[in-house]
């Protein structure tokens, strides 16, 4: 009994300074980017850095207004949402109450083949499939738009929904099925009244994650969106949070106020993830209350 005892204390330590460690790593990033990103949205100015509509880091009179790479990022997303979690969840539902088990063991490993895809090879499939074919279809100069860069985060967001939500459905507690079914509804009203419902706040979960993935990706839609500093609009090339630090921070001179205002960039992207995972954390704290 002793040692029993002193196992389970070491593993309590344990699993007490792991628990720590990643209090302290959020806390460290925290501080870094606000240190970090800070001073130079106040040589900028909230107002100008926010909202300006112009970015020119390089020219002789520079402008750092990063307002088209918000909206970008935000319609990308929701046009990225819109189109995945449709599909998604419709997925996650046919694997989990309607799919044969032999058609579902086949398309599992597809699922999970989507999520350990690297990015940049998203992107290289839709420099070379979805841009020519945005372009044909739509008779644009170019097909590196706002609309190809959604398609592509509307895929890659799929494993993070299916997954998790498939889990959350398989999770339901069969009496409720049962009784709905003892009740005369249809199997697939029972599905889509019962298990779904039952399920939402795994589905939040997984939407929000996919949410998540779609704002902070950076490789792909660098490749497929054109990285152009314009107001975005569904048929014009844009640029993202993101992108728009990849694609300067190489160049960008140690100490120049350039860099300064990309890492306020990542401060923003930062903050905008932060609020992500605080309304998952209302949306679940809210299912389990409901249930």
């Known amino acids: 009994m002793k040692v029993k005892h002193v196992i389970e204390r070491v593993m309590n330590t344990v699993f007490f300074i792991c628990g720590m460690v990643s209090i302290a790593a959020v806390l460290l990033i925290t501080i870094y980017m606000v240190i970090a990103g800070l001073p130079a949205i106040l040589e900028i100015g909230p107002i100008d850095f926010l909202f300006g509509q112009v970015w020119q880091s390089t020219a002789a009179d520079p402008q750092f207004g990063i307002l088209p790479f918000i909206m970008t990022s935000v319609w990308g997303t929701l046009g990225a949402v819109v189109i995945g979690v449709p599909i998604g969840l419709c997925t996650a539902i046919f694997l989990s109450k309607l799919a044969p088990p032999k058609l579902a063991a086949i398309v599992h490993p597809a699922v999970e083949l989507l999520a350990g895809i690297p990015s940049v090879v998203y992107g290289l499939i839709g420099m070379m499939v979805l841009v020519p074919g945005v372009m044909n279809l739509f008779d644009l100069k170019s097909g590196s738009t706002l609309l190809t860069a959604i398609l592509v985060l509307a895929v890659m967001i799929l494993p993070s929904i299916i997954s998790v939500s498939e889990t959350a459905l398989r ?12 009740l005369g509804a249809t199997w ?50 844009v640029r993202f949070l993101t992108t728009a630090v990849a694609s300067e921070m190489s160049y960008a001179a140690d100490g120049s106020l350039q860099k300064q205002a990309l890492f306020s960039i ?4 930062f903050i905008f993830i932060m609020l992500i995972n605080l309304l998952l954390g209302r949306i679940l704290k809210k299912g389990a209350a409901t249930k």
């Open 266 to 269: 990542g401060l923003v992207l």
């Open 188 to 237: 697939i009203e029972t599905v889509c009244k019962v298990s779904v419902p039952a399920a939402k706040s795994g589905i939040a979960a997984g939407v929000v994650l996919g949410v998540g993935r779609a704002i902070g990706e950076a490789m792909a839609v660098m490749m497929v969106a054109g990285n152009v500093a314009n107001m975005p609009g569904l048929f014009t090339s």
């Open 171 to 182: 999770a339901v507690p069969p009496e409720y099925e049962e009784a709905s079914l003892g």
